[in-house]
């Protein structure tokens, strides 16, 4: 353990456990954060990252272990203890009222009030100050929350934590709904707090992330800290991966195989446009082939995807797989043609989290293990175990409840949904959003895997460098249009960005 | 309970699965029993057998006797063939408001002087596919509305209730039809094997719900819509489809209500039904199927009908008012639906 005696240590966590009904979440954790750092928090889904968080807001009590505030041994009794000791944590789930004002949100249970009576005008003022220390004076105290988006939102959350008397922030994935260009900002902000003294503990799976904003990071497996403290600057990435996942991560997209030239093109799309949110977009997709559309959030990659599903209605255009014409903003004539989508939002769009997992694999499919519209839960989880097998589900129980599973194995369950019955397209919105660098390259392999058997591949996502790593053609987006078409060997991310930018800005 | 004050906490509490599951991994095959359907019903019965004992005590032979037995359950069983219907709806988090006066006005529209003339001429069974098509038709009503008008359930149906209420008043002229079928009173007043046939649609109907929840892809869509609607949608069901034959089976087992109502009162009137439709989901959600939908349980709803009409049956024993009734029932539905949740959380966690 490295220990550096220039600072004083602000928290001090040592060999905290943790169970849940004798399912072990914290084997024992070492965290030591000092004032004005920002302290990484690295581990997979499912490593106990969150249950740690909740240990330090006071939402769950520790079955042992120690831990020390400011020099003192303290318990956190509950999320309000936490507040009063000056722990303020920004969840991922964003925990601001719609509804409310900047200014009323950010004083949410402990109002600026006399008697009773509301003192609005003070508490406006407040919020105001509160909002250009943060670098965000054009966001007025009185707008409400509900117009501004996530980023904005995140700001109000962090004022929220700035209008008492915080010392540390915990921040739960804050990046996870921000775009580039708000992920800087989100980062200046972050410098502006360390250097006014207030520590940050954050959390992400982003590598790339905690190299620009972090100065020390612990790194959590397994419930254990599998390293305490490291710093940043001397710690390179391969041996974080090795620390984070147990293993060594040699290259982490599959390699590239070609696609036979005689492959007869499965999906194509004519003309296809939604008046407001994209104007007509032609391509074509061979089996085997895997095509990406690169993009900004906003710049109507997901909206094509779904229209391609029938998820939305088309204005214009058409949609035919394998030369039979689909029928428009019909998903189940989509999913009887053979085509499959991985919706963007897991939880919310995918999955039954409370039904047990071969249910949702056969989610799609249970009418077809079904004789008179009788179900046969027998054959369902025989064909889901089949899955389960091949796709290395974790843990391989058709019958565990799906929320207990890591972000990785839900993805492949939604994954597994379309391969039960036999797909031949597969449309991938954000197939890698909330996996962790491990599973993620598994999920890399199985899409490559997919290909190779024949289907065609239509993938979507934030991260440039996963279309171009797995893509063999590229569509970039920008403000609902095609700007381009092209080999993903002919382009890198530079190349991508710099079009994403004129696109935008045009 | 320090987890309670969080919504952190509650929002990634997780639920036990509706059907239990196999035992397939040892060491949790008895918690998920006992925190799934299984552990939940046990609750139930055991609630079931304290008011026994309770009558029992209070009122003694009177309440023991085979008679009584059967007169709680005759009680239970057209409130009971409502909520079979009632689950399924609210299963897939939608409600139905209006069961209590469709009902009501199929009693009426299938008493009406013309349909009585013309069953006389054929068969009483037409008075039966009358109550039954009134009901389908006023589901069918429901679930477009709901459906592809996107009107919210509690509004749609809530129009529903005052709607087929007025229409029943008008057809009735707000006077009580009386059944003067004989084939239709013989058949509704007749005893099979000891028990009245209202005691066997009951049954009959519980069963074929149960069946229908639980063993059918008819079952599966509704707990996936009820789950996760969106995720329903992007798997390929069709939501809207399905939204109206939930209505329209709520209303079919209305349908069977009046039958049931015509048989026990020998009349048709608008005023039949009156605020069943609160009691029906009182018994759905006491009996542990999720009011917000996703979980639903038929033999639930069968225990929660039967503790009602048990709880009114000791109280009228022993010569207490309806209104000590009523104010029992609601301190009952708040502790039920408190220790429901309890069950609910226990096990839950999140990493």
């Known amino acids: 353990m490295i220990e550096d005696d220039h600072s004083p240590s602000l ?30 928090v690295l581990g997979q889904n499912g490593a106990g990252k969150s249950t740690l968080i909740k240990t330090l807001s006071g939402v769950y009590q520790p079955d042992g272990g120690t831990i020390h505030w400011q020099g003192r041994a303290t318990t956190i009794a509950s ?40 003192r609005v005008a003070s508490a406006n003022r407040e919020a105001a100050a509160l909002m250009a220390r943060l670098g965000h004076a054009a966001i007025s105290p009185r707008t409400e929350v509900g117009s501004l988006s996530a980023a904005n939102k995140q700001i109000v959350s962090m004022a929220r934590a700035l209008s008492r008397d915080t010392k540390l922030i915990i921040m739960d994935e804050p990046s ?57 600057a001397h710690t390179p990435t391969p041996e974080l991966i090795r620390l984070m996942t147990g293993r060594d991560v040699a290259n982490v997209f599959p390699a590239r195989v070609p696609v036979p030239t005689d492959s007869p093109v499965v999906l194509e799309i004519e003309g296809l446009s939604v008046r407001g949110l994209f104007s007509p977009v032609d391509f074509a997709v061979r089996a085997g082939e895997i095509v990406g559309l690169a993009g900004l959030v906003g710049s109507g ?19 035919r797989v394998a030369g039979t014409t689909l029928r428009n903003g019909s998903v189940n004539g ?50 889901a175990a089949e ?60 899409i490559r895997r997919l290909a190779a058997a024949g289907n065609a591949i239509v993938i979507v996502s934030s991260e440039i460098e996963e279309v171009l790593g797995l893509a063999d053609r590229v569509l970039v987006v920008a403000d609902g249009r095609v700007l381009t078409t092209t080999n993903t060997t002919d382009i890198d991310e530079h190349g991508v960005l710099d079009l994403v930018m004129k696109g935008s800005a045009a | 309970m320090s987890e309670q004050n969080s919504t952190v906490a509650i929002a990634t509490t997780a639920r036990p699965s509706p059907t239990g599951g196999a035992p397939s991994s040892p060491p949790s095959a008895l918690k998920r029993m006992m925190g799934g359907s299984a552990g939940r019903n046990l609750g139930l019965v055991i609630a079931l057998a304290l008011l026994v004992v309770v009558g029992a005590i209070t009122a003694g032979d009177r309440f023991l006797t085979v008679d009584n037995m059967l007169t709680i359950i005759r009680f239970a069983s057209i409130i009971g063939v409502i909520s079979i219907g009632m689950t399924f709806v609210i299963t897939a988090g939608g409600i139905d408001l209006s069961v209590g006066s469709v009902m009501g006005l199929a009693t009426v529209v299938s008493t009406l002087t013309a349909v009585q003339l013309a069953a006389t001429q054929t068969s009483w069974l037409l008075m039966v596919l009358i109550a039954l098509g009134v009901g389908m038709a006023a589901g069918y009503i429901n679930g477009v509305v709901i459906a592809y008008g996107n009107v919210v359930a509690f509004m749609a149906t809530l129009a529903m209730l005052v709607g087929a209420r007025g229409l029943a008043e008008l057809l009735s002229n707000r006077q009580t039809q009386i059944v003067n079928n004989s084939g239709f009173l013989s058949f509704t007043r007749a005893d099979l094997l000891g028990v009245p046939v209202l005691i066997w649609i009951f049954v009959v109907v519980a069963a074929a719900g149960w069946f229908l929840l639980n063993r059918t892809t008819f079952g599966r869509r509704t707990v996936a819509i009820g789950g996760n609607r969106e995720a329903a949608r992007l798997a390929g069901i069709n939501v809207k489809r399905h939204t109206v034959y939930l209505y329209v089976l709520s209303g079919f087992t209305c349908g069977i209500a009046a039958i049931m109502m015509l048989g026990r009162t020998t009349a048709g009137t608008s005023t039949h039904g009156t605020l069943y439709e609160l009691d029906a989901i009182a018994a759905v959600v006491v009996g542990g199927t999720l009011l917000i939908g996703g979980r639903g349980t038929i033999v639930g709803t069968v225990l929660g009908v039967l503790i009602f009409s048990t709880l009114t049956n000791v109280f009228t024993q022993n010569n207490l008012s309806t209104s000590v009734q009523a104010v029992a029932k609601g301190v009952i539905i708040v502790v039920a639906v408190l220790l429901q949740q309890k069950f609910a959380s226990r096990g839950g966690k999140s990493t």
């Open chain 1, 301 to 319: 990659r997901s909206e094509i995807l779904e229209t391609v599903y029938g998820a939305r209605r088309a204005t214009t255009g058409l949609v």
């Open chain 1, 79 to 118: 999320p309000v203890a936490a507040l009063a000791l000056g722990i303020a944590t920004m969840y991922q789930e964003l925990d601001v009222v719609d509804g409310l004002t900047v200014a009323e949100n950010i004083f949410l249970g402990h109002e600026n009030a006399t008697g009773g009576v509301l």
């Open chain 1, 176 to 232: 996870a709904v921000l775009d580039s260009e708000e992920v800087k900002n989100l980062f200046r902000v972050v410098r502006e707090l360390t250097e006014s003294g207030i520590a940050v503990i954050y959390i992400s799976h982003r590598l790339e992330e905690i190299r620009q904003i972090g100065d020390r990071i612990t790194v959590i497996k397994d419930g254990r800290s599998t390293a305490s403290g490291l710093a940043v």
């Open chain 1, 334 to 383: 989509a999913v009887a043609a053979g085509v499959g989508l991985s919706p963007e939002e897991r939880k919310s769009q995918g999955l039954l989290l409370d039904e047990p997992v071969f249910k949702n694999i056969t989610l799609a499919t249970f009418g077809r293990f079904a004789l008179g519209g009788m179900l046969n839960d027998r054959r369902e989880r025989a064909a």
């Open chain 1, 387 to 446: 899955q389960i097998s091949s796709l290395e589900l974790r843990p391989a129980d058709p019958d565990q409840l799906t929320r207990t599973l890591s972000g990785g194995n839900q993805q492949k369950i939604l994954l597994a949904r379309w391969l039960v019955h036999g797909t031949r397209v597969l449309l991938l919105d954000e197939p890698t959003r909330g996996v962790d660098v491990g599973a993620r390259a598994e999920i890399y392999s199985l």
């Open chain 1, 11 to 40: 928290l001090d966590v040592r060999q905290i456990t943790k169970s849940f009904a004798g399912v072990t979440a914290l084997a024992g954790v070492d965290l030591t954060v000092r004032a004005g750092e920002v302290h990484c």
